[in-house]
């Protein structure tokens, strides 16, 4: 096992994660912060998607790489892979609980006295 690639695509792994948690729970921030459109919006969200799915899939790719070559010789100093095991269980952690939380969360617009929905 070669642990300087194991690690490589964790990192990889945990920033997919982190882009698919901006994109899915925080694009309204993000939109409001950059002013941008409503298209523009929907753009962030499909593209942080796309872009998190490509990172996810390319570290999952370069960490089975890692585990199935044989270590090397010239490893250098001492690689620990604990650090990003912790961090991508926490980041996976906090997109559960956000995911968990917005099922219970309602987005019910209140209504003012007089006022009528249009479906």
């Known amino acids: 096992m070669r642990k300087r690639t194991v690690r490589f695509g964790l990192n990889f792994i945990i920033a997919a994660v982190f882009i698919v948690i901006l994109g899915t729970f925080y694009h309204s921030v993000i939109a ?23 990172m996810g899939g390319f570290g999952a790719f370069v960490v089975a790489a ?29 997109f559960f609980m956000l995911f968990a939380s917005s099922l ?16």
């Open 104 to 119: 219970h969360t309602t987005t019910t617009p209140e209504l003012r006295p007089g006022e009528t929905i249009t479906i």
């Open 32 to 54: 409001d912060l950059f002013h941008f459109l409503p298209t523009d919006e929907e753009r962030f969200v499909f593209l942080s998607f796309f872009i998190g799915g490509i």
């Open 66 to 94: 890692g585990f199935l070559l044989g270590s090397s010789q010239d490893e250098g100093p001492r690689i620990r892979l604990l650090p990003n095991i912790i961090i991508l269980c926490a980041v996976a952690l906090i």
